[in-house]
């Protein structure tokens, strides 16, 4: 097993890769839990969820909302949640992120943790205390940068995910590779058959390394103020292509991963030899790397973000392949690229 320590504002948060949810007791605390998790998560492994009160919500982004917040907060009052009480999201990045955000808000703010249960949660969304919820679509609008105290990164529980659920964590370990990693960007490369299928050892090495990537910056920068902003490549049009298409997270930044390989190439900072092996990396991992949709629709969806600077935005810009550089660009610009190429 390998942990890793963030130490945030207001407290220390331990990822735990290779522990397993059966040992989940040992983290928690001895005052009330209460868990909150999705239908899919609680039918395929609830048997081996720890023993307290579970709320269990719809699967799918459309629960990462105020109004499943606000049952949440009724029942965890029903149930004589108090502030010492502890919360427990077990699941993939929707249940974290609402889970996170719940605990973060109810009562001022209760103590949680993470049981990740998908492939995306475990390389990202569960590590780096992020909790947000969606207005309207509009991705991670309301949210608070708090950390869980624990992450179970369970590698066992990622046998029971749907193959397109499972290549989706892999658009958020490519775009770790991309920030930070080249070697680890043609090891996934070089063993993309092997990786298509779960194997846990494998998945354990690959967790891990995605994990620490994501730790490091997030510990340089717990508030987004600079460093942690080059989290977000392939997020600023990715966002607004999940928004327009309904396309799932992981696929949405497959596309915006593309989008931002094709304008750093544009601007000579990437080879289109590297902008081709980032494409072709996508598609050999059944990820999308464009839509249908009119461009100028998914322009103004980003325009809506809660990132845009008055009438420029932060894009991150790969730097070969291993490197990003964030660089503010006036919208003009991006909806003239993203129209006409
Ligand atoms: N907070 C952050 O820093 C951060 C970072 C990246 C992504 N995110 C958020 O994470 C979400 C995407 O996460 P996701 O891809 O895990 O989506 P998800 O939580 O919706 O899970 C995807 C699907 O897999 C199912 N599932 C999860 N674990 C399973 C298992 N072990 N067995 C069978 N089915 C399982 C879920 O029920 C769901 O249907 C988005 O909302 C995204 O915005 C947040
Ligand atoms: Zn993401």
Redesign the pocket.
Known sequence: MEKIEIQGLYGKSTVLVGERIENAGKYLPKTKVFIIT????K???SVKFPQFPTYCVE???G??SLETAGELYYWLLEMGANRNSFILGI???????LA?FVASTFMRGVDFGFV??????QV?????????L?ISGY??IV?TFNQPKFVICDIH??????QK?YL??FA?IVKHTLIADAEMFEFVEENIDALKIYNPSLLEQLVTHSAKI?AAIVQADELEKGERKK?NLG?TWG?AV?KVTGL???ES?SVGLEFSARLSSKKGLITNNEYWRIVNLLIALNLPICVKNNPAEIYDAMVMDKKKNGDSIDFILMRGIGDVIVERIGLDKIKEFAEHG
Do not use: I, Q
């Open positions: 999705d239908e899919n998560v039918a395929c492994h699967p799918g982004e629960s990462k699941g993939g990045g929707m249940v974290c992120d996170g990740a249960t998908s492939l995306l949660t990202d969304a569960s590590v780096g205390g992020k909790n947000g969606n991705k991670n949210g529980l990622l046998s029971t995910l749907p659920e989706n964590g958020e994501k989290l997020h966002h999940e799932s997270h992981g930044v």
